[in-house]
Structures are given as C-alpha cells and as structure tokens.
C-alpha cells in the first residue's frame, strides 16, 4: 500500500510539472523579442 501511494504522489507531482510547462505565461513575445504588456488569455 506504500508503495502505490508514493507512486500515486511521484506521478501526481511529474504531471503538475508538465501541465505548468504547458501553462507558463510569456513575458516575451517569442516573435518579436519585444515585452508581453497584456495577457491574451481568453476568460
């Protein structure tokens, strides 16, 4: 039974990881290099 939690919690935490890579905001726009001044994050 352990050993299935810790397993649950490694995998719980490699998924949190992946999905905050996928979320991260860009402060610099990757085409232009210029400074990201408003989310264009849809609500």
């Given amino acids: 039974m352990q050993k299935k939690i810790e ?3 490694r ?3 490699k998924e949190d ?3 905050d ?3 991260l905001k860009e402060y610099i ?3 232009t290099g210029e ?3 408003k989310s264009n994050k849809k609500k």
């Fill in 29 to 31: 726009d990757p085409f």
């Fill in 17 to 19: 990881l992946e999905y």
């Fill in 35 to 37: 400074p990201v001044i």
């Fill in 11 to 13: 995998n719980q935490l």
């Fill in 7 to 9: 397993e649950y919690i």
């Fill in 21 to 23: 890579q996928m979320t």
